[in-house]
């Protein structure tokens, strides 16, 4: 068995980054063993795999500790995702170890990617929309209803493409997730996703394992890097500047399914400047216009400031030096500025 150290390295890397933003180490850690060390897709789909059915339960003994976990939709998204992901590797292993075969677990992963950057752009613009909501209106959120079916879908599209990709389950289920219970508080939607995907995963993995296809060596180094790094990302967790981490974190997706999907390097980097220059500002526009007014006045800072300059600036230059000083600081200091008009009024 060969411990490879510069795959150590990165998955201490990821798995920090995995412990200080809460994001899924499949969209990270995959796409790193296959466009940096050359690995095999299917090898490094299932040695990703298995390395989190060992990392997964530890995140989620803390929720279940905590009591955030609704184990209601636990139930209903295993009923899914389960059987789907066991099928996906099935599938995958079916298929073959062609070249051919290689290059369309590459495109698809590509594509997860790609919708992975999107759910991660999708759930902050949620979570930010729903908290101006909670705090403007001073109400607690309605009880959850479990709608069984579509929680099952939920369940078994996750669990298809972890099987295929080992994408999934801590980006794309999380934001179904909240577009089909916008009521969950953000701690149990991640402690529920945490727990729902212990099965999922473990379901993936033990096919990997049974089929032969993971590699205990590339397994073993990756485990080595990714503990500790969970482990000193999450004690950061609570410090560190989310607002800009996540569109950095972005960006790195959409890079790496674009290049997974064979897009040329000099259309590879017009499509990442424009996103650079364009879509962030635009996001931190947007992102700005759902916080409250009372709270930008609580802050002493102005709403229609912030959003004009980076609105309009998303057209120049100055929009993206405008979005990342909004949310370097500003945002944070918004998040950190209790409204205080509506309990005054009351």
């Avoid at 609580?298 to 230059?317: D, H, I, M, P, Y």
């Amino acid at each position: 068995m060969h411990v490879d150290l510069y795959v150590t390295l990165a998955a201490l890397l990821v798995g920090f980054t995995v412990g200080l933003t809460g994001m899924g180490g499949g969209a990270l850690m995959t796409p790193i063993l296959v466009l940096l060390f050359g690995i095999n897709p299917s090898a490094a789909v299932s040695s990703d795999l298995v390395a989190a059915m060992i990392m997964k339960p530890i995140g989620s003994g803390v929720h279940i500790r905590r009591k955030t976990v609704r184990w209601e939709l636990v139930r209903w998204l295993a009923i899914g995702s389960i059987p789907a992901a066991a099928s996906g590797v099935f599938i995958l292993r079916s298929l073959g170890n062609s070249e051919d075969v290689q290059n369309t677990i590459k495109l698809m992963l590509g594509i997860t990617l790609m919708v992975a950057a999107v759910a991660m752009v999708t759930k902050a613009w949620l979570q930010g929309r729903r908290n101006a909501q909670h705090r403007s209106a001073g109400t607690q959120p309605p009880p959850l209803k479990v709608k069984p079916l579509p929680t099952i879908l939920i369940g078994v599209v996750g669990g298809l493409l972890v099987g295929l990709t080992s994408v999934g389950s801590g980006s794309i289920i999380i934001v179904s997730l909240m577009l089909l219970y916008p009521s969950l508080r953000g701690a149990e939607l991640v402690g529920t996703d945490l727990v729902q995907a212990v099965p999922l995963v473990s379901a993936a993995a033990l096919m990997h394992i049974f089929f032969g296809d993971f590699e205990l060596g590339l397994t073993t180094s990756i485990l080595i890097g990714s503990i500790p790094g969970v482990y000193a990302g999450a004690r950061m967790s609570a410090k560190a500047p989310d607002g800009v981490i996540r569109p950095a974190l972005v960006f790195v997706l959409l890079a790496s399914g674009l290049k997974l999907v064979n897009v040329s390097t000099e259309m590879l980097g017009v499509v990442l400047l424009i996103v650079g220059l364009v879509a962030l500002p635009v996001w931190g526009a947007i992102d700005a216009a759902s916080h409250p007014e009372p709270q930008w006045e609580a802050a002493g800072l102005s709403r229609r400031t912030w959003v004009k300059w980076q609105a309009l600036g998303a057209l120049f230059v100055v929009g993206f030096f405008a979005s990342i000083a909004y949310f370097a600081k500003t945002r944070r200091t918004l998040e950190a500025t209790p409204v205080v008009t509506e309990t005054v009024a009351a």
